[in-house]
């Protein structure tokens, strides 16, 4: 069976300082990962993911996330972040063929931006 | 735009009640998941449908029921059985067995008990 785990459920940091949000993963067959983020009283939006090819990506606001399959981890990471980044972030895991179509997800990780 | 739709913002239940909480999606997906969040809990999975008329229990079905009547449309029912109801509720959807693709949420429904 998948399992997802965040590291970290908080992670202060001030503005324009780097982040990283961890992510590892279990599974026994080939896996599809997402970031997710939520904006409070708001439902998760897809950030970004992980399908195959390339094992970096990219979302269209910074952030970006490496699949290390070795390491079984996808970890988040922003160069800089700003205050409208501060919101709850969510990794998921969906497995592919012989797995469960239907993702999980860690229990999130709050990312709080001081200026 | 195409999107989920869930009604309403805020729901309070007085004890012995049961409440409705609606969702409904004009993606043309045909999976369409409820899900509870609690502070510190992440996302729990209570029910899932793949199609009309069918659906499964998640981790945490005890409590809730639902249907699937209509492809749009898959409300989720709060019953009185269900002893610590207050949360947030969160409506998903996507492509049926796909499982590439990501999930697309609704803006959820919080519960309190009066």
């Known amino acids: 069976a998948q399992s997802v785990t965040q590291l970290d459920s908080q992670v202060p940091v001030f503005e324009e300082a780097p982040v990283e949000l961890r992510c590892n993963y279990s599974?026994?067959?080939?896996?599809?990962l997402f970031w997710y983020v939520q904006y409070p009283n708001q439902g998760l939006q897809l950030l970004l993911k992980y399908l195959s090819g390339s094992t970096l990506v990219e979302s269209i606001n910074g952030f970006e996330a490496e699949f290390n399959k070795s390491q079984t981890s996808f970890h988040l990471r922003k160069p800089s972040v700003h205050i409208s980044d501060t919101a709850e972030y969510f990794c998921?895991?969906?497995?592919?063929?012989?797995?469960?179509?239907?993702?999980?997800f860690g229990r999130g990780t709050s990312l709080i931006v001081h200026p | 735009d195409g999107g989920i739709t869930q009604s309403p913002k805020y729901l309070f239940r007085k004890e012995g009640q049961n409440v409705t909480l609606s969702c409904e999606q004009n993606?043309?997906?045909?999976?369409m998941y409820w899900y509870r969040q609690d502070p510190g809990q992440g996302l729990r999975l209570i029910y899932y449908?793949?199609?009309?008329?069918?659906?499964q229990k998640g981790d945490i079905a005890e409590g809730y029921s639902v249907s699937r009547e209509k492809k749009e449309s898959f409300p989720l029912t709060v019953t009185s059985a269900q002893k610590n109801p207050t949360a947030f509720y969160l409506c998903?959807?996507?492509?049926?067995?796909?499982?590439?693709?990501?999930?697309?949420f609704g803006d959820g429904t919080r519960l309190s008990i009066l």
């Open positions: 599974s026994s067959v080939s896996v599809y």
């Open positions: 449908s793949q199609i009309v008329n069918d659906f």
């Open positions: 993606l043309n997906h045909d999976a």
């Open positions: 998921a895991v969906s497995e592919g063929k012989g797995g469960s179509y239907i993702p999980t």
């Open positions: 998903a959807s996507s492509r049926l067995n796909r499982e590439d693709q990501p999930q697309h």
